[in-house]
């Protein structure tokens, strides 16, 4: 797509590209923002209700790395304005049937990416800067709004969150669905229809669903940089230590908020030795997501050994900035595990003040 030059998009693509190859080279950042300007110019220029479906799948592909480009900034400002673009884009094609999801096709791709940044962009939101919040972001001094323009993108998100995009939910992998399930549960029992009969027994099908997922037996998903079919076995091992890290993290937001649990259990405790187990020997970077989760279950030091030993890996290979963000999430997290000396922090207002100390919203993708 970027290299066809066969429209003005394509070439959004590509200067796109050009712009996060020049953040993970770490060289060049007047000419990684040159590039960004560019590829957003293109974009705005050439956007209209008319496009085609390939037109708007290539937008779509452009809006994407645009924001992996903006989450590499430090703060990370811009980029949920990407995937709120990239819905709106969807949305507008009403007019034009979106392809099949198989069998698979570069556009399917895309699809399946905006419904895998769509999901953990969901679960920003509900975290970062919510009422329940609010006095302790007064003690504490900083401004609950957040920064005037992250405060304007966070509305228009909010707006555009709402709603679900329909139909992107079929090109997503199987297990990303069942985390964005997930990620959309009701947070306490003051939320109506939390002891409904119905709702619990979904929550346990969606327990045993987490439980009984074949990692091995399922394709790739966004995220860990191999999503076409391999038959290299270091390939695979990739995909499925993916795949697992995934599920297990899914598990243990589930237990906390379903329970509404923030203390010590036999099951979590067995989530986070496997986890960790495969951290121990990770060689690429999962989904801010996971280690987030996983990483607010460390509270020994031998376990937040691992982490650290893991981010200390990544530095030394060429990476994205993103991975400071992430390693300063747990951390945060950490500290606030060990302030509460009393054990009176509960998991979901833990969640909530790590979240909302960012003055952006964070990216967990």
């Known amino acids: 797509m970027a290299l066809s030059n066969q429209t003005p998009a394509s070439r959004a693509i590509l200067h796109a590209l050009l712009a996060l190859a020049s953040h993970h080279r770490g060289n ?9 300007h ?23 592909a452009a809006g994407i790395v645009l924001c992996t480009v903006d989450m590499q900034h430090s703060p990370p400002s ?27 096709s570069p556009a399917s791709l895309i699809l399946s990416w905006v419904f895998y940044f769509d999901t953990f962009t969901r679960f920003s939101l509900r975290h ?21 323009a992250c405060a304007l993108q966070y509305i228009i998100a909010k707006h555009s969150f709402a709603q679900d995009v329909k139909g992107i939910e079929a090109f997503a992998h199987p297990l990303v669905r069942m985390v964005a399930q997930v990620l959309g549960i009701r947070m306490g029992a003051e939320e109506a229809g939390w002891f409904d009969e119905a709702y619990q027994k979904g929550l346990d099908e969606l327990r045993a669903g987490l439980e009984g997922f074949d990692v091995k037996g399922h394709g790739n998903v966004p995220g860990t940089g191999s ?8 390939d695979n091992d990739h995909d499925t230590t993916h795949l697992q ?35 121990s020997e990770l060689d690429f970077m999962p989904a801010h997501f996971t280690l987030f989760v996983i990483g607010c279950e460390a509270r020994t030091d031998e376990e937040r050994g ?14 994205l900035i993103s ?26 207002h833990k969640l909530n003040l790590v979240l909302s100390s960012r003055d952006v919203v964070p990216s967990f993708m």
Not at 78 to 104: D, E, F, N, Q, Y
Not at 128 to 148: H, P, V
Not at 249 to 271: C, H, K, T, V, W
Not at 306 to 319: I, K
């Open 28 to 36: 060049d950042p007047v000419f990684a923002a040159q590039m960004k």
């Open 227 to 234: 999503e076409k079919p391999s038959h290299n076995d270091h």
């Open 306 to 319: 691992v982490l650290l030993s893991f981010f200390a890996r990544m530095q030394t290979r060429p990476h």
């Open 323 to 348: 991975l400071f963000q992430a390693q300063s999430l747990v951390e945060s997290a950490w500290i606030q595990q060990d302030l509460d000396l009393e054990g009176g922090l509960g998991y979901l």
């Open 78 to 104: 811009c980029w949920i304005t990407h995937i709120t673009g990239t819905r709106t884009v969807i949305s507008a094609l009403s007019h034009s049937p979106l392809p099949s999801p198989s069998p698979p």
């Open 128 to 148: 970062w800067r919510t009422e329940s919040i609010r006095a302790t972001a007064m003690e504490l001094g900083f401004d609950s709004q957040g920064e005037k």
């Open 245 to 279: 890290l995934l599920r297990l993290s899914a598990l243990i937001y589930l237990e906390r908020i379903s329970r509404s649990f923030s203390g010590a259990s036999p099951q979590l405790s067995a989530y986070l030795v496997t986890a960790l187990s495969l951290i």
């Open 38 to 60: 560019s590829a957003v110019q293109i974009l705005l220029s050439t956007t209209s209700p008319d496009m085609d479906s390939c037109t708007a799948i290539e937008h779509i």
